[in-house]
């Protein structure tokens, strides 16, 4: 048996796997006395006493590193007591011993959290405070089960591990430590040595607060009750959210809409500041939704909150989580909807974070074929191991339910999915058929749609998904993915692409117009013209556009109102509604000053104009994914890069015909082919002068002939401006 003065020269050298059986109070090793002994580990102690009913009896010390035993040579029990230790600058501090209080972990979870079933792993990891045995404190938990020791160190012991060494549960992989005395604020870290005998400070995984970049500590954080004021929302949450219902999102990310004045570094606006100013300029220009690059908290301002870091954890920058759910109630009692960009795609390479974590692959994969992303210098979750499916769906269901968030936008799916993603032959491994599928992967998305589906009824979860693969919006019971929406990609860059093109030559571009529609059905498509079209050099969308600024102003204009006309769900990324000729600067905020130019006002009334619209006319979201809600007047006008379509409500008791005019050239007695006889009136009009256009304003009435064309019995005839998009509605 080895000797006291070994037992403490182990505690201050080695890691320790069972460090319960050394400390806290134990049968005496004094000779043959059945008495008890307590024994503590202070290094920074210059002298330890116990406080025993009331009265105060040194301790002896052992060791020169700070191993102090008192003996109890009478005592048959293990009673109550509390330490009383004084440092080297002769501050005294009183604190109850953690090594004489028994385990507070719930090991039947962490066994449901191994077997990948345990659908909030936040409640049975990470720091919680709480009250065990009498004592107000944090049970601090971790999973690390390759680590042969692992420590607590923080603000609780000076940022010294060796303090408070953490007990295995068992078999389990599960650490666990419950500190008396540590509340909400305090910082911490685990200190994990693996079987390499190589000790890694790491970030909780599971903390729902870190410190503000370049600091790297986690906060213990009460996850006290909100008090939430959306229950109207939530309870309709599901209807209003529906696939028959409007939605278009403003799309923003939080650092960079708004800055404070120069004096401030950076001059962030936190949750609060944004809530009263980001969320009724929303809501004034008509969006039902607001989405967030994310806000995970995340150790690089350049990657827009895409290298998450903390999984449970919003971003400090802006505030404490307290601070995002006033911001999403706020958002909710303005009737806005809230989705959150959310990245089970990859995680980053810091150190901190979950890299090598217990000294082994633990979250990502071990062969850098599978588990290195080439594109992002990130790694890629392993999601054939069932811990990290629940750490994962976890993350996703947390977000959701302790932050009332509606919805997620799962970033870079495609990358899930395929083996082979921007790999080249012999960097990657196939499946066990042979193909470029990642079945792990999918069956991870499988699992997170269907939880979030169960478990948060009426929510939300969007793929951007860039390829052909089928069924990506479909249930998982009919064979698909599960998603409740998907990105349409292909419709964002043929558009482009057009408005790019001198207009001189879109004709010969003019199947990139009407391509979209042989697949506008296939899936449950949203139109993004989101963050990634913007930066990087790709200029922002008014830049895009060839020509003098005036006609580039128009075609913006026209590009916006053809995104709001075209079947699918609306997605516009901050900026765009003020025409910004620069592209997104994630250091900077938007060009406000633009609202002082007429065009630019016009751009941001047209946008607002779009979003009523669009919300107020069942033709123009009901059969967003629905074949039988559009109509073809003519897709056949290549000559002169026309295009003119009905928009149907599900009933057919509401519809809008569409006039697009791609080219500068206005066509005067534009001739159409209308559904009914009888009088249509002008709705909207990208070339209003309301708008900042030269043409005719809203309101304008044309009187229908029975003239046979375009395959109706009647038809309009109207001046069809340059570079315009018109909504017609019979009257």
């Known amino acids: 048996m080895p000797t006291l003065e070994q037992i403490f020269e182990s505690l201050a050298t080695e890691p320790q796997s069972s460090p319960f059986d050394f400390l806290g109070i134990h049968p005496s090793t004094a000779g043959d006395a059945p008495g008890r002994e307590i024994r503590v580990f202070l290094p920074w102690a210059r002298g330890v006493e116990v406080v025993l009913d009331g ?351 509606d919805g997620l936008r799962v970033d870079a799916v495609a990358s899930m999915l395929y083996l082979d993603y921007s790999r080249e032959e012999g960097e990657w491994l196939p499946n066990a058929y042979g193909g470029n599928q990642d079945l792990e992967a999918i069956d991870f998305i499988h699992r997170l749609n269907d939880s979030v589906h169960a478990e948060v009824p009426g929510a939300l979860v969007i793929a951007e998904e860039s390829t052909a693969w089928p069924g990506v919006s479909h249930p998982t019971s009919d064979g698909g993915l599960g998603f409740d929406g998907k990105w349409n990609l292909g419709w964002m860059h043929d558009t482009l692409a057009i408005v790019e093109t001198d207009p001189i030559f879109r004709k010969w571009s003019y199947n990139r117009l009407t391509f979209s529609l042989l697949y506008a059905f296939s899936e449950r498509f949203l139109l993004p013209f989101s963050h990634d079209e913007v930066v990087h050099g790709k200029r922002s969308l008014l830049s895009k556009m060839p020509g003098p600024d005036e006609e580039k102003i128009a075609t913006l204009r026209l590009l916006l109102g053809y995104q709001y006309a075209h079947p699918g769900k609306k997605l516009l990324f901050m900026g765009a509604e003020l025409g910004q000729w620069w592209e997104w600067d994630v250091g900077g905020q938007l060009d406000w000053p633009l609202l002082e130019l007429e065009a630019h006002r016009g751009i941001h009334a047209w946008v607002r104009r779009l979003n009523h619209l669009y919300a107020e006319r069942p033709a123009l979201f009901e059969t967003d994914h629905r074949a039988e809600g559009f109509e073809w007047i003519d897709c056949h006008d290549w000559e002169r890069s026309t295009l003119s379509f009905v928009r149907w409500s599900g009933d057919w008791s509401d519809c809008l015909i569409v006039v697009v005019n791609w080219t500068p050239l206005p066509q005067p007695g534009f001739r159409l082919g209308v559904p009914f006889p009888g009088t249509y009136r002008l709705v909207a009009s990208s070339a209003d002068p309301a708008f900042g256009g030269g043409g005719m304003p809203s309101g304008t009435q044309v009187s229908a002939t029975e003239t046979p064309l375009h395959g109706r019995e009647h038809a309009i005839e109207l001046d069809l401006p340059g570079l315009s998009i018109l909504f017609l509605e019979p009257v």
């Open 55 to 405: 009265e105060l009896t040194p301790m002896s010390r052992v060791h020169p590193q700070g191993g102090f035993v008192l003996e109890l040579p009478t005592l048959s029990h293990s009673p109550e007591y509390r330490l009383r230790a004084s440092d080297a600058h002769g501050d005294v501090w009183e604190r109850e011993d953690p090594y004489r209080l028994p385990p507070v972990l719930d090991e039947d979870r962490v066994r449901q959290f191994l077997q990948g079933q345990e659908l909030r792993a936040q409640d049975v990891f990470g720091a919680a405070p709480m009250r065990h045995e009498g004592l107000d404190g944090t049970r601090f938990a971790v999973w690390a089960p390759h680590a042969i020791g692992v420590r607590l160190r923080g603000s609780m012991n000076g940022w010294d591990g060796r303090t408070h060494p953490m007990r295995p549960r068992g078999s389990t992989g599960a650490w666990e430590l419950f500190v008396p005395g540590v509340g909400p604020g305090d910082l911490y870290k685990f200190e994990i040595c693996g079987s390499d005998g190589h000790w890694r400070e790491k970030s909780d995984p599971f903390g729902f607060a870190m410190e503000l970049r370049p600091a790297t500590a986690s906060i213990v954080v009460r996850d006290e009750p909100f008090a939430w004021s959306d229950e109207a929302w939530i309870t309709g949450r599901a209807a209003t959210q529906a696939a028959d219902r409007p939605l278009s999102i403003y799309e923003v990310h939080l650092g960079s809409w708004r800055r404070h004045a120069a004096e401030h570094d950076p001059g962030w606006l936190s949750y609060r500041e944004l809530a009263e100013e980001l969320l009724p300029y929303v809501k004034d220009l008509g969006f039902t939704h607001v989405e967030l690059l994310p806000v995970t908290e995340h150790p690089l301002d350049e990657s827009w909150g895409y290298q998450t870091m903390g999984y449970f954890a919003p971003t400090a920058r802006f505030g404490s989580p307290d601070d995002l759910r006033f911001f999403v109630n706020r958002a909710h009692e303005l009737d806005l909807g809230v989705i959150l960009d959310w990245v089970p795609a990859h995680f980053p390479r810091d150190e901190h974070g979950l890299i090598t974590f217990d000294g082994t692959h633990l979250f990502e994969h071990e062969d850098p074929r599978r588990g290195a992303h080439p594109d992002w210098g990130t790694l890629v979750f392993n999601y054939g191991q069932a811990p990290v499916r629940s750490f994962l769906i976890s993350s996703a269901l947390y977000w959701l339910e302790s932050f009332h968030i």
